[in-house]
């Protein structure tokens, strides 16, 4: 059976670099967030400096992987054969787990997710030695601690985090103001002091201490002279950075790439063993299984995983270019760091999470308390605050979510929170403080206005949630595989591999058709909007987009009138479904657009705001009554088919049907008109059918009436069919609404 567990090391190192992958996917918005959030390079150029850093980190770690071979599992109470599912089942959890997160854009933690799976397939293990007869508890089997410890974690760094990265950012503004360019001078030097100074701490406390060259004597020399150390650097970086800045050389982005090379090295030097820590202990325990000549792997005890080993440099160097890779590479990569800097930036945006209640409930707490610091404070005080954070004049680098004074408070907060909780023991992670810190000073920004506090609450909470999610998960999930690979042996190895592998490249095909639809044309003109800087410019930006997206909204409300009816008279239950969920997934569509398109018209020129702005909300507003037509349609109808009632007579049916179809075509070529803006929009003759359509809807409504009135008429079938038709005639007037607002809007700009 050797060739079998030959095939798993194998396997696991195949997983590894998948793991690799997808790992760095999403813990590099601990790294990119604040130089990507403040544009203070070209992306080409952060993501090089980021790269060197994670190379560096990853090339010259001290390769200890002790976590992984002995930190949660007691191997002593373990045999070979178990051991290596518990890796197997490890490492195919975490890359399935890993890719799902990345695919929904949420950061989480590399390091909850491996602790927790680790202790769900030992926790599986442990529970059939018991179930055997084993008098052992389970705190033989397993570091129940380490779970504790990360929990804490998530506790700590939310709370620490968030509060520190605050009150920093509230200094700091008051500082500097968001005109900071007239107000560095001797600032500037200073800050920019502290700034590296605190940098430089953290990589030797948590950066660096896992690299090859920091040896006992080194760090020993470090404990005893770091306050020498220390200050030492505090005055010769404020001396070099007030010289640089008396050069015109901008401190801020020295600051940034900096920090941003920090933390990419201590995510490298640090979480490598969340990724390569399980094949290596795996290879390891097939090494010392070999060399000892037993040929039963479920008598072969493994209490030689209770030594240190260390890696060899070839794993260390192939980690490190597959890091690089993935980070230059990985879409997934920007969609994780697109959820943190959406949810931190300082103008308004498409906001990617909706409203929730606790987050409700937590603003309204926020705006009370606000309200009541605002009634205690000295009108002074008061005035001089609000001078300090008045509007600059000074704009953002295109696409820039905010400046970089915020950016580099984000850096240096994390990093000094980091390595003050590594030197004090406190478990503090990577992954929760960049993120919360980040939070914390959008917050004290005010970056959050009132229009869209709820959603980026809901944002915050949801990330949150998914770290404990992350926890719960990778237990369950890795407790399951593993008693399943114990019990169906290797056809049910094969399977769950292939089975990862699979779902892992299918993830991978699934997120890029999702990224090709997300990248339509309304999308990329609301962006080039947010990024224009000239008001004049905006009207004809602000056409396009609404001709998109009015467009493709009456088009799609054409497929769902088709749906609905059809559903309704072929009596098919499902596509009536499928029309509700359309409307209701149309329904938050509708919400998006609108505040988008309300936010290009707030910064088009004022006068032409106003001259634009009832057109605007006549157009939305006949959208809106469109959508809730189909609502009232679809909502009957459903309930008609769901309760088996007769289905209506097929004369009726036909008769209605042939009226929708001329709708239908109405719709579509409505479509087509609006979406061409390069041409006058002439819609004389789609208002001339709309009305003659409204009219023959209405003689149709007539006779069905008049049908209920008859003696023995069916009443619950014909009361249908006249609410259906009432609803499609009064989506019919809503249509000639929409056209005729639509013109006028393009007569105006």
């Known amino acids: 059976m050797e060739w079998m567990y030959f095939g798993i090391i194998a396997f696991l190192f195949i997983l590894a670099a998948f793991d690799l992958w997808v790992g760095v996917s999403n813990d590099a918005v601990n790294f990119l967030n604040s130089a990507i959030g403040s544009k203070v390079a070209r992306f080409r150029t952060i993501v090089t400096v980021a790269a060197v850093g994670v190379f560096c980190g990853a090339v010259m770690s001290d390769g200890m992987m002790d976590i992984a071979r002995h930190g949660i ?13 518990v890796f197997l ?54 570091n129940t601690d380490k779970a504790l410890q990360v929990i804490l974690a998530i506790f700590l760094s939310v709370a620490v985090a968030f509060v520190v990265g605050s009150f920093v950012q509230y200094l700091a503004r008051l500082l500097f103001t968001f005109n900071y360019g007239k ?61 640089l800045h008396a050069l015109k050389v901008n401190v801020f982005r020295i600051v940034v790439l900096t920090g941003t090379f920090a933390l990419a090295t201590a995510f490298a030097g640090n979480d490598l063993v969340n990724f390569i820590g399980v094949p290596l202990a795996g290879l390891s325990s097939f090494r010392d299984f070999a060399a000892s000549g037993s040929t039963d792997a479920w008598s072969f005890s493994m209490d030689s995983l209770n030594a240190s080993a260390h890696t060899q440099p070839v794993f260390l160097f192939a980690a490190g270019l597959i890091m690089v890779f993935s980070l230059a590479r990985s879409k997934k990569a920007h969609n994780v760091v697109k959820t943190e800097v959406g949810l931190s930036r300082s103008d308004e945006g498409d906001e990617m999470f909706g409203s929730s209640r606790v987050a409700r409930s937590l603003v309204r707490m926020g705006a009370n308390v606000g309200t009541f610091v605002q009634r205690i404070t000295p009108r002074p005080v008061a005035n001089f605050v609000e001078r300090r954070f008045a509007p600059a004049d000074m704009p953002l680098p295109d696409g820039a979510a905010y400046d970089l004074v915020r950016a580099s408070v984000n850096l240096v907060v994390a990093a000094l929170l980091i390595a003050l909780g590594t030197s004090l023991k406190l478990p503090l992670s990577t992954t929760y403080v960049t993120f919360m810190v980040a939070m914390g000073s959008s917050l004290a920004d005010r970056a959050w206005s009132r229009e869209s506090a709820v959603f980026r609450v809901t944002g915050v909470l949801t990330v949150i949630g998914g770290w404990f999610i992350t926890a719960g998960v990778a237990f369950t999930a890795c ?138 909300h006549l157009v939305h507003n006949s959208l809106r009554q469109i959508h809730y037509g189909l609502m009232r349609l679809c909502e009957p109808a459903k309930e008609h088919v769901d309760n088996n009632f007769s289905p209506i007579a097929p004369e009726l049916a036909s008769r209605y049907l042939a009226l929708r179809d001329r709708l239908v075509a109405l719709l579509d070529n409505t479509a087509l008109r609006i979406r061409q803006t390069d041409a006058p929009l002439d819609i004389q003759d789609i208002s001339d059918e709309a009305v003659q359509l409204k009219n023959d809807f209405a003689a149709f409504r007539h006779e069905v009436t008049l049908l209920l009135q008859t003696p023995g008429a069916h009443l619950v079938t014909l009361s249908l069919l006249l609410h259906v038709t009432q609803e499609t005639e009064q989506i019919v007037k809503e249509l000639r609404s929409l056209i005729k607002s639509v013109r006028r809007f393009r007569e105006l700009v």
Not at 101 to 111: A, D, I, V
Not at 123 to 129: D, G, T, V
Not at 503 to 517: N, T, V, Y
């Open 183 to 243: 107000r560095l001078r001797w600032k500037i030097g200073i800050f920019g002091g502290v700034a590296i100074t605190a940098i430089i701490y953290f990589m030797l406390f948590k950066g660096l201490k896992h690299l090859s060259f920091m040896t006992a004597e080194v760090k020993g020399f470090l404990d005893e002279h770091i306050f020498i150390v220390l200050g030492t650097c505090l005055v010769v970086f404020t001396l070099l950075m007030q010289l």
């Open 479 to 616: 407790f399951f595989v593993a008693l399943a690979m114990r019990f169906g042996g290797v056809p049910a190895i094969v399977i769950i591999v292939g089975a990862g592998i699979y779902a892992l490249i299918h993830s991978q095909r699934r997120f890029a058709k999702k990224q090709a639809e997300e990248e339509k044309e309304d999308d990329v003109l609301f962006h080039q909007m947010c990024r224009c800087r000239d008001p004049k410019a905006i009207g004809g930006m602000l056409l396009r987009h609404l001709s998109v997206s009015v467009a493709e909204k009456t088009a799609k409300y054409s497929d769902i009138l088709t749906a609905a009816t059809d559903g309704l008279f072929q009596e098919r239950r499902r596509m009536l479904k499928q029309a509700e969920r359309d409307l209701e997934t149309e329904k938050m569509l509708l919400k998006s657009l609108r505040r988008r398109e309300t936010i290009g018209l707030r910064r088009a020129d004022a006068a032409e705001a106003v001259r634009l702005s009832t057109s605007f």
């Open 73 to 85: 599992m007691r191997p002593e109470q373990f045999v070979f054969g178990e051991v290596m599912l």
């Open 89 to 142: 089942a490890v490492m195919v959890t975490d890359v399935v787990l890993l890719d799902i997160f990345n695919s929904l854009g949420m950061p989480t933690s590399t390091t909850v997710s491996m602790v927790f799976e680790l202790l769900g397939a030992t926790f599986a293990f442990s529970m059939l030695k018991m179930a055997g007869g084993s008098a052992l508890p389970f705190g033989a089997y397993m």
